[in-house]
């Protein structure tokens, strides 16, 4: 996240710091785009055109988070175990969830969450968009 403090954004260094390991492992998945949102004041995490995660900050109540495009079943999952996972800010409240990363969610378990993301993003691609994805690794 070292690009992430160059940039004009509401998170606190340490903030960004911290999460510097969620932001390099969203970004080492196979043909991953990261972009800055002004608007947003968020980091998109893209695949083949299409968002399947981003990381900013509520601004209701000035807490960081990540939002990421799940499975329905495995977002109401994560939502049952853990109160800091809640239904997706100012998205799809079905397909998108978003984790409070201030909060008690455990690292492991927002890796499982991030990689799931790009899995569910994944397999929505046509077979010609996965083959092409799968022959740059």
Same mark, same amino acid.
């Given at each position: 996240? %070292?690009?992430m403090a160059s940039? /004009? /954004?509401p998170w606190p260094t340490e903030m960004m710091e911290r999460?510097?390991?969620l932001d390099e492992r969203l970004q080492n998945q196979p043909a /991953?785009?990261?972009?800055?949102?002004? %608007?947003?004041? %968020?980091y998109k995490y893209l695949l083949h055109g299409k968002m399947y995660a981003y990381i900013g900050v509520n601004d209701k109540n000035g807490r960081?988070?990540? /939002?990421m495009k799940l499975d329905p079943a495995f977002s109401d999952a994560m939502r049952r175990e853990y109160a800091d996972v809640v239904p997706g800010y100012y998205m799809n409240k079905e397909h998108w969830s978003t984790v409070y990363l201030d909060g %008690?969610?455990?690292q492991e378990v927002l890796a499982a969450m991030a990689r799931a993301s790009y899995k569910t993003l994944f397999s929505s691609?046509?077979?010609k968009a996965q083959n092409e994805i799968n022959s740059r690794k």
């Open positions: 996240m %070292a690009d940039r /004009t /954004t999460y510097q390991w /991953t785009i990261k972009e800055f949102q002004s %608007a947003w004041q %968020a960081p988070i990540i /939002t %008690a969610v455990p691609l046509s077979k």
